[in-house]
């Protein structure tokens, strides 16, 4: 799968400042692969980290890692269950701004095919009080999800949705045309369901950089304070549940 090129990976230990001093680069991600929310994330471009607009060290990179290895996400079984890692990566830059975070398609699938992706970038973090709130208003409305220790200390991304993309392409919502050619959504698309074969739902997130597409991530849940039209959540529920009656109709 087309990834973003890892400089460093690490599950035994958090320490990262050797590593980023031989690296020499003014261009690098650094992050924990256990936590979610955008915590403890330094998208770093020439010292400032583009994510919260922040001036950060290495030195503070390397503590909030060090923070990040024993923080632990209560939201579901994947982030509550996953070793503690970290990871350092080529950082992909946003194309349509001069800065902050690069546009990204979180694609949702259902029985390994894709319904749609949400076109979106992270406009900016909450404070670390807001951030906590959310996921304290999660909890209390019937999510799993609570605040942890990164939540408190980064807040939480503020998404900017630019519109919802179908497998044959159509848009709803899109103000303009993805940057993406039909053979590169086509490509997108196998990308996507052969990452997801053999799940009945699982969210696969892809950055969109110089016309192409990298996979960064995936992720087994969403919240219920999620912004998703009721629409589509339906549609999704409905999804879901008719696969476990065709699958596993007993």
Same mark, same amino acid.
């Given at each position: 799968? /087309?990834?973003?090129?890892?400089? &460093? ?22 992050? /924990? ?25 290495? &030195? @503070?990179? %390397? ?11 209560? !939201?579901?079984?994947?982030? %509550?269950?996953?070793? /503690?890692?970290?990871?350092? %990566?080529?950082?992909? @830059? +946003? ?5 902050? $975070? /690069?546009?990204?398609?979180?694609? =949702? ?21 807001? *951030? ?5 208003? +999660? ?7 609570? $605040? ?24 709803? !919502? ?12 086509? =490509?997108?698309? =196998? ?13 696969? !997130?892809?950055?969109?950089? *110089? *016309? ?18 009721? %629409?589509?959540?339906? @549609? ?6 008719? *696969?476990? &009656? ?5």
């Amino acid at each position: 799968f /087309p990834i973003a090129k890892i400089y &460093h990976m690490s599950s035994t230990s958090p320490e990262v400042l050797t590593v980023l001093h031989n690296l020499s680069l003014s261009r690098f991600v650094a992050k /924990p692969t256990h936590l979610a929310a955008t915590s403890y994330v330094y998208a770093m471009k020439n010292g400032i980290n583009i994510v919260n607009g922040n001036r950060v060290s290495l &030195h @503070e990179i %390397e503590m909030g890692l060090k923070e990040a290895w024993n923080d632990r996400h209560l !939201d579901d079984w994947a982030t %509550e269950s996953t070793t /503690p890692g970290i990871i350092v %990566e080529e950082l992909v @830059e +946003a194309e349509s701004r001069a800065f902050g $975070a /690069p546009d990204e398609l979180k694609c =949702q699938t259902f029985w390994g095919t894709l319904f749609f992706c949400e076109w979106t970038f992270v406009q900016n973090m909450t404070s670390g009080t807001t *951030g906590s709130a959310r996921f304290e208003d +999660a909890n209390q409305q019937g999510d799993r999800a609570q $605040a942890a220790m990164g939540h408190k200390a980064c807040g939480i991304p503020n998404f900017a949705s630019r519109g919802y993309i179908f497998r044959d392409g159509s848009c709803m !919502d899109c103000t303009e045309a993805l940057p993406l050619t039909a053979q590169v959504w086509r =490509q997108l698309v =196998q990308t996507v369901e052969k990452i997801a074969k053999g799940t009945d739902h699982i969210r696969i !997130d892809l950055f969109v950089a *110089g *016309g192409n597409i990298l996979v960064n991530e995936a992720n087994i849940s969403f919240l219920k304070i999620s912004k998703f039209p009721a %629409e589509l959540i339906e @549609e999704m529920r409905r999804r879901w549940l008719e *696969g476990y &009656h065709f699958w596993h109709p007993k």
